[in-house]
C-alpha cells in the first residue's frame, strides 16, 4: 500500500469546489431521469475552483502519461466507522477507498462501487455525522425496494451543501447512481 496524507477532511466538506468536484466525480451514473440530463452536465455548468482540485488530487500536467493519473503519496481522508478504517485517496484520475487496509472500491478506469449494502451502511455511518457521510455514500449498494429510506439518506447529506441544484433532484440524480443495477 501505497503512503498517504491524512487531510482534513473538515475542511474539505466546508469547500463548495471539493463538494461540487467529489459529487461530478463519484456519481457518474446519476442522472435526472425525467429531463435526460446526468449529475455531471447538471454540477458542471457551476463554477468550481480548478486550482483548489488540482492541488488536493496533486495534478499536473504529465500525470497520466507518467503515471496514469496516480500519484505515489495521495491525499486521503481517514474515518472511524465504529471501530473499522475507512480512508479516501484523491488521485488525478481516480478517488480511491479502502475499508481495514483492503481496495473497496475507485471511481477511475477499474472504476467499481456500490459495495456496501443498506444495512452495513447504516452500522458504519452511525457515528458519523451527515456531512460526513458523503464520503461512504459512493459505496452504498442500495436494493429498488430500499428506494424511499435510501433517499431519505441521500436527501439528508445534500441538504448540507450548497449546490446549484435543488437538493430533491440531486437526491434524485444520486439515487440513480447508488441503486443496484
Known amino acids: 500500500m501505497e503512503s498517504r496524507k491524512t487531510v482534513d477532511h473538515i475542511r474539505l466538506l466546508s469547500n463548495t469546489s471539493f463538494i461540487h468536484w467529489f459529487v461530478m466525480s463519484n456519481f457518474p451514473e446519476g442522472i435526472d431521469e425525467e429531463e435526460d440530463i446526468s449529475l455531471s452536465e447538471i454540477l458542471s455548468s457551476s463554477p468550481i475552483d480548478k486550482e483548489y482540485i488540482d492541488q488536493l488530487t496533486q495534478f499536473y500536467d504529465g500525470v497520466f502519461d507518467e503515471y496514469d493519473g496516480y500519484v505515489e503519496c495521495p491525499n486521503a481522508i481517514r474515518l472511524d466507522l465504529n471501530g473499522n478504517v475507512y480512508e479516501v485517496e484523491f488521485h488525478p484520475g481516480d478517488t480511491v477507498y479502502y ?6 472500491g475507485c471511481t477511475g478506469p477499474e472504476y467499481f462501487t456500490r459495495k456496501i ?45 450548497d449546490l446549484p441544484i435543488e437538493p430533491e433532484r440531486l437526491s434524485k440524480c444520486i439515487w440513480e447512481s447508488v441503486r443496484a443495477r
Open 99 to 104: 475499508l481495514n487496509g483492503e481496495q473497496l
Open 117 to 161: 449494502p443498506l444495512d452495513r451502511y447504516r452500522e458504519f455511518s452511525d457515528n458519523l455525522s451527515s456531512k460526513e457521510k458523503l464520503f461512504l455514500l459512493p459505496m452504498l449498494k442500495a436494493a429498488v425496494e430500499e428506494k424511499e429510506e435510501v433517499f431519505q439518506i441521500i436527501d439528508e447529506i445534500m441538504q448540507n451543501f
